[in-house]
């Protein structure tokens, strides 16, 4: 069975760091470009940065960059977000997700990543 799984969410304060792990069983986690996104309370679900499977290639949300770095080590099947300088709007459940159709051009198109994670939440306390 597929499946993707994060973790390292939490609670931190303002100004705090968290690492998100994404892991995969059941695929192979370098043959797909990745993202990542995140759903806030009462919002709607948001896109966060993109990896290619080489890990050239990133890119990210406009309010995501210089804080958030998307990377991925395919030898462990696991991608990675690392935030910095956290803020209290970025509370939210983080997910990340793969598709066979996921490229530069489709990055933020939900309806097209075939897997998602269960999520796991960050909370940025003030």
């Known amino acids: 069975q597929e499946q993707l799984e994060e973790s390292g969410g939490g609670l931190v304060q303002v100004g705090g760091s968290l690492r998100l792990s994404c892991a995969a069983s059941?695929?192979?986690?370098?043959?797909?470009?990745m993202g990542w996104f995140r759903q806030a309370p009462g919002k709607e679900r948001e896109f966060v940065a993109y990896?290619?499977?080489?890990?050239?290639?990133?890119d990210y949300a406009d309010w995501a960059k210089g804080r958030f770095t998307i990377s991925r080590d395919n030898a462990k099947n696991t991608v990675y977000l690392q935030m910095n300088s956290l803020k209290p709007e970025d509370t939210a459940v983080y997910y990340c997700?793969?598709?066979?159709?996921?490229?530069?051009?489709?990055?933020?198109?939900?309806?097209?990543?075939?897997?998602w994670g269960q999520g796991t939440q960050v909370t940025v306390s003030s």
């Open positions: 990896i290619t499977t080489s890990g050239i290639i990133r």
């Open positions: 997700a793969t598709g066979r159709q996921i490229n530069r051009t489709t990055m933020k198109s939900q309806t097209l990543y075939d897997y």
């Open positions: 059941g695929r192979t986690l370098s043959a797909y470009n």
